[in-house]
């Protein structure tokens, strides 16, 4: 058993329009009963189609201002006279059989859903505008972060091997300074000679016979 809309190519249904669906029964039957499940859950009773064929419809009434229904051999056929949003939903086909409810798939009847555009970005003379919030103008920075990277790579190329120049020039001015120390402090140490006798020779031993 399988509800459907009876022109293949429907998809969504549109406002006005006679809308037809049919149901095709497998079974032997004593009548469908057409029903409709709206957005929030509720089932709807919409008409009783028994097998002889006679309609109907909600109130036990025989016609109906909004629908049409009518039996085509295995085929039940319901009629919406023009399709309001009262009349969206999922439309249902049951029939008893040996004790036994069935229910058909739905098939569901929903108008098109209209998506609203996203908001576009402000462009950047808007930015730029004052608003009466802000008393100043905001203006957009032109340097990027990629501008920036580059920039600081730049700066590092450069202040780099200036800072190690002049680390290794104190370096070896700590180390000559050193080495002056102690040659300094060498020459001190030497004995120097005595005052009068700068020619003064040492004695030699004497020797014997």
């Not at 064929?53 to 051999?73: I, L, V, W």
């Not at 859903?113 to 008393?135: E, G, N, Y």
């Not at 957009?140 to 580059?150: H, V």
């Not at 020619?199 to 030699?204: G, M, S, W």
Request: glycine residues 4%; aromatic residues 10%.
């Amino acid at each position: 058993m399988t509800a459907r809309f009876r022109e293949r190519n429907t998809i969504h249904p549109r406002l006005g329009q006679r809308l037809e669906l049919e149901c095709e029964t497998f079974k032997e039957d004593s009548g469908v009963f057409w029903v409709r499940q709206d957005k929030g859950g509720t089932l709807h009773f919409i008409v009783y189609i028994s097998s002889l064929p006679r309609a109907t419809f909600k109130g036990n009434e025989r016609t109906s201002t909004r629908f049409e229904a009518r039996k085509d051999g295995s085929i039940y056929r319901l009629v919406v006279k023009s399709f309001t949003s009262q009349d969206e939903g999922n439309y249902f086909c049951l029939l008893t059989n040996s004790q036994m409810l069935y229910f058909s798939p739905g098939q569901p009847a929903f108008f098109p859903v209209t998506t609203t555009p996203a908001p576009t970005r402000a462009s950047p003379a808007t930015q730029m505008a004052i608003t009466k919030k802000d008393s100043c103008p905001i203006i957009p920075n032109p340097e990027t972060s990629e501008d920036k990277w580059l920039n600081l790579s730049c700066d590092i190329f450069i202040w780099l091997p200036l800072a190690c120049t002049c680390l290794l020039l104190l370096v070896a001015l700590a180390v000559t300074v050193t080495l002056c120390q102690r040659t300094r402090r060498r020459r001190c140490r030497c004995k120097r000679p005595v005052k009068g006798k700068p020619n003064a020779k040492t004695a030699l031993p004497s020797r014997h016979a």
